[in-house]
């Protein structure tokens, strides 16, 4: 059996799920101590619902996907919009060097991604989606790319490989994020 929800079923299920997540961190003190976001606390606990309820066969949820581009837009734009150029003044050094080890990690995120796909026999253009296409500019970067692949290049299944591969950095860097900054 599928439930298909539509746009306002689909907002309102994350919107649960959101505040699922805050109950779950308010009582669970090694989430808060370790920074890990409602959102992915949520976000973690419908995955595993929704893939028992798919793989025991109860129940398939299909989710209208209309306003994930928007959300994620509106998202990542307003992470830009804390940063000033007196708060990367005062960073000094700090920032130089933070650049400088963000630039070798991109690099290096591309350089294994095409070298691992090439090993594999895939198209060195998987390589790159799963490489700092997505893990450095997210679902909305992955989204993009993962579409101009497909049709400029006939790379097929980039885009859903695109979303899995953002996904994974994205629930990855946020359970080991915190915990890395707090040692």
Not at 4 to 17: G, K, P, S, V
Not at 61 to 80: H, R, V
């Amino acid at each position: 059996m599928t439930l298909e929800l539509d746009m306002i079923q689909t907002t309102t299920l994350a919107i649960l799920f959101y505040y699922i997540g805050v109950f779950i961190k308010s009582k669970v003190s090694i989430l808060e101590k370790f920074c890990i976001p409602a959102p992915v606390v949520g976000g973690l606990i419908f995955a595993i619902l929704n893939l028992i309820f798919t793989e025991s066969g109860f129940i398939s949820i299909s989710l209208d996907t209309t306003l994930q581009k928007p959300f994620m837009l509106a998202f990542f734009t307003t992470i830009g919009l804390g940063a000033s150029f007196k708060m990367i003044k005062q960073g000094g050094l700090h920032v130089i060097m933070f650049f400088i080890a963000a630039l070798l990690l991109v690099i290096s995120q591309d350089v294994l991604g095409v070298v691992m796909a090439k090993f594999i026999g895939e198209d060195p253009l998987l390589g790159l989606i799963v490489g700092s296409v997505t893990m450095t500019g997210g679902h909305g970067t992955g989204a993009t790319f993962g579409a101009l692949f497909e049709s400029e290049y006939g790379l097929v299944g980039a885009s859903t490989t695109a979303m899995a591969a953002a996904t994974f950095g994205l629930v990855c860097g946020s359970l080991m994020g915190g915990p890395i900054a707090k040692t």
